[in-house]
């Protein structure tokens, strides 16, 4: 027995979540027809997908490797029909009918590793392979391929679970095909159980409400999701969700869907959804100040339970984040797409290890979506925008429409909205302006072939290990700025800093 690559089937869209891209076609007919079944498994090119309880054979990619593509791939075992006959699948394990290679007429299957020692690991060495984690695997394979693996390790992880009818308590046998049970005293059929749920990003103007679970490393961020309750819609799961984890009022007439996600890990159906938080109201302030400081966002306060964290993050700091180049893949342990110990994250330097979920979850198609990033911006362009102590060259305050993906064409796109280093130093709050007259931008930094008016001045205590800044005293040179503003820009591009202050005492 070896290991046999799978093609993907060219006719798969591109632009569907990671986990739709189910690369065979299931042909559901056939799923009852055991004489069927048995002429594919008999088949000297049916393949089985060996499933050891969640995990599954992989094996690295040997050939050279593009950024972006899989470093993984499959291990499937050719002769299904010696195979599911020999001592290496479990006695009793049933045959799981996954599909056909619509381009080469190959017949999926998948069947439980015997546990009799050695044997699994025999499997591993004999095609220089290991077991892994289906859902960790996912993100260094090929999405075709992880969206199979998925589906296989859920459906042998369900029959393995669905022993005896949860209605009679009597023994239940498989389907010829697998995707079902019979309860051996009433004759009735049960079905795998699939568990829906729902996740959605929540924007406030230029600003997205992202949380942490605890379980989660420091630092990692992602949308919020929850299950939906019997008897619920799922406009309204949204909107409880999201006041029962972050205390934050969704705008029911404003909730969207935008797309949906298997995560069978072990049945979980993910509905991706976008929806709108109204700003608190404010009293009057000049025109160009509102563009800075408004909206006034609606203090989120993370449910004990249910978050280590929530907050919000504006427009700019998410897109330098997603466009410095990713660290090496590791695995994601949620619909989110969040785990352990990263899983296509993104680090941002001098914000420790700030990273949002990899391109394989859902989460992340809402967050780039909004932010009007393509999945091929994320993995290969860097934007140098987060180096030192502060966010550098990150675009500076837009003049314009705030819909997502707008891109002003100026110079001011090059000019540092937030400039600091650590320590206590004085500092200048600007207003700029490209040559041709288009500006209404407010930044902290020094003159860059751009028109500039000072504001007024004052100084900076800033501490990156704590995550702390201070704004206060004033400019001999340019009096007092509106250091009110500064504390807004500041957190605008600083996040994750809880402790930004204002003061007008001292020099």
Known sequence: MKQLGMAR????PQDL??????????????????EQLSKLRSLPTARVLPVMKDKVLVKRATAPLAPGQASLQAVYLESAASVLASDHIAAGSPSVFLGVDPRQGTPYFAAEVSQVAGVASALATANGAEWRSARLAGPELDSGEASLLAVGSSLMQWHGAAQFSSRTGSAMAASPGGHSRKCGSSG????????TAVIMLVTCGEYCLLGRKPEWPQDRYSTLAGFVEVGEPLEVTVV????????VTTQLGSVRYEASQPWPFPRSLMIGFNGRSAAIAVGILPAEVESVMLPLLQPPVAQADELADVRWFHRDFLMASILTPAVAPVSGTDGSGAGSSGGGTVPIPGHSSFNIP????????????????SA???????????SGQAPENIAASRSGSEQPGHKQQSALLSFPTVSLDDGTFKYVLLRVT???GAGGALALGKKLGLEVRELG????????????????????????????????ILRRHLPLYDDVTVSYEGY
């Not at 990899?358 to 990033?373: D, E, Q």
């Not at 091929?376 to 987060?386: E, I, R, Y």
């Not at 704004?471 to 504390?487: C, N």
């Open 188 to 195: 009735s059929n049960e079905y795998p159980r699939l568990d």
């Open 457 to 488: 001045g004052g100084r900076i205590t800033h501490d990156a290990a704590a995550r702390k800044a201070r704004v206060y005293g004033y400019s001999a040179a340019f009096g007092a700025a509106p250091h009110e503003l500064s504390q807004a």
């Open 358 to 373: 990899g391109s394989y979850s859902l989460a992340h198609r809402l967050i780039t979506k909004w932010l009007g990033v």
């Open 9 to 12: 089937p060219v006719f798969l």
């Open 434 to 436: 490209d040559p041709s």
């Open 376 to 386: 091929s911006a994320v993995l290969g362009t860097s934007l140098d925008g987060m």
């Open 240 to 247: 409880r969700e999201v006041a029962e984890e972050s205390g």
């Open 17 to 34: 979540p990671f986990y739709c891209q189910y690369p065979l076609d299931r042909r559901a007919e056939l799923r009852r027809n055991n």
